[in-house]
């Protein structure tokens, strides 16, 4: 059974929760544009401000609902599910209180979560990069599972999306989300063809001008190509996606990122300090940027890749006409 709400989405698109980089008002323009609108809870500091933004996100589409009478797509938030995460449990407690719409998980899915968020009728989708995370989130009851293949943003995977799109539709029959170097509407509708049901679009939504990103580093996604991006360990001891420039920047040199083990940033900081240290003076992105040219709002992104959408399904339709 897949959400009724993707048949209300203005694109088949979740613009994915970025870390220091998703706000309310990034969430907010998205879903009022007919995407799905996401943002990581420890992009506020703590639990109260956390539920501060939940509040101005409900706020905010509740009012333009009732000013314009069109329905805005969903909302979500992510949720770290790791014993190293105190604020887990304290988050969820927020989401399940203001019943937010999608619940998205990593590094963990476990099912007392997942019924939390199934109680009062939300939805999990959950992050994998290979079958063995998909087999175990699937046994705790997502609903959905985002497929991060080769050359994604963030912590991305090595796997092939046409390879790993269909081992896990073998066994998993729900909601299926891409992710990995999607940056134009020609690129959501192969998503589709290859049989996902939503595209799942990070480093895209980092060049717009309701993102929090620092404008360096949206001026670095602009003169950056796919072979500027470095998968590596060094950063935060698990591997990821980074802008080439950002790491030599830092001192971070060939011979250092090609190392498995984290670059040591200061005994000073405690792990979650350092992890948010690290990924605010060296910048992630995916393969993806060789497509990114400009910094558009939301209002505007959304429009072009309609357009670019709309193309694709008429031009495959063209071609596949000469075969039928």
């Keep these: 059974m897949k959400p009724t709400f993707i048949n209300d989405l203005s694109l088949p698109a979740v613009a994915a929760p970025m870390f220091l980089i ?9 879903c ?41 797509a969903p909302f ?4 770290i599910v790791h014993p190293t995460n105190p604020r887990v449990m304290p988050d969820l407690e927020i989401c399940v209180k203001h019943q937010v719409p999608l619940i ?17 009728g939300g939805l999990v989708f959950h992050d994998i990069i290979k079958r063995r995370h998909a087999e175990k989130a699937s046994e705790a ?40 170097c999607i940056s134009t509407g020609n690129d959501i509708a192969s998503s589709l063809q290859m049989g996902a049901d939503l595209a799942y679009m990070g480093t895209r939504f ?24 470095v998968y590596t360990a060094a950063v935060s001891g698990v591997h990821a996606s980074f802008l080439r420039p950002s790491l030599e920047s830092m001192g971070i040199t060939e011979a ?17 300090q350092a992890e948010a ?22 209002a505007e992104l959304t429009e072009q890749l309609k357009k670019e959408f709309q193309t694709a399904l008429e031009t495959q339709q063209q071609h596949y006409k000469k075969y039928f």
């Excluded at 998703?22 to 998205?30: A, H, N």
């Excluded at 009022?32 to 992009?43: E, R, S, W, Y």
């Excluded at 609903?143 to 293949?149: E, K, Q, T």
Aim: glycine share 10%; charged share 20%; net charge negative.
């Design 22 to 30: 998703s706000g309310p008002q990034l969430v907010i323009e998205c």
């Design 32 to 72: 009022k544009n007919g995407i799905v609108g996401t943002f990581p809870a420890l992009n506020q500091r703590t639990t109260e401000g956390f539920e501060e933004w939940v509040i101005e996100i409900k706020e905010a589409l509740a009012a333009f609902e009732k000013e314009t009478g069109k329905k805005a």
């Design 76 to 79: 979500g938030v992510n949720l």
């Design 104 to 120: 998205i998980t990593s590094l963990g899915a476990v099912s007392d979560l997942v019924d939390a968020v199934h109680s009062y």
């Design 141 to 180: 009851g997502v609903d959905g599972l985002i497929l991060v293949a080769a050359g994604a943003g963030g912590h991305g995977g090595t796997l092939n999306p046409m390879a790993l799109v269909n081992e896990i539709k073998t066994f998993f029959h729900k909601t299926i989300l891409l992710s990995g």
């Design 206 to 229: 980092i060049n717009v001008t309701e993102s929090m990103a620092d404008k360096a580093y949206q001026e670095m996604i602009l003169s950056s190509k796919a072979e500027d991006i």
């Design 256 to 272: 250092l990122w090609k190392q498995s083990k984290k670059v040591d940033f200061g005994s000073e900081l405690d792990a979650a």
């Design 277 to 298: 240290k690290a990924w605010k003076t060296i910048w992630s992105a995916g393969q993806g940027v060789t497509s990114i040219s400009d910094i558009k709002s939301v």
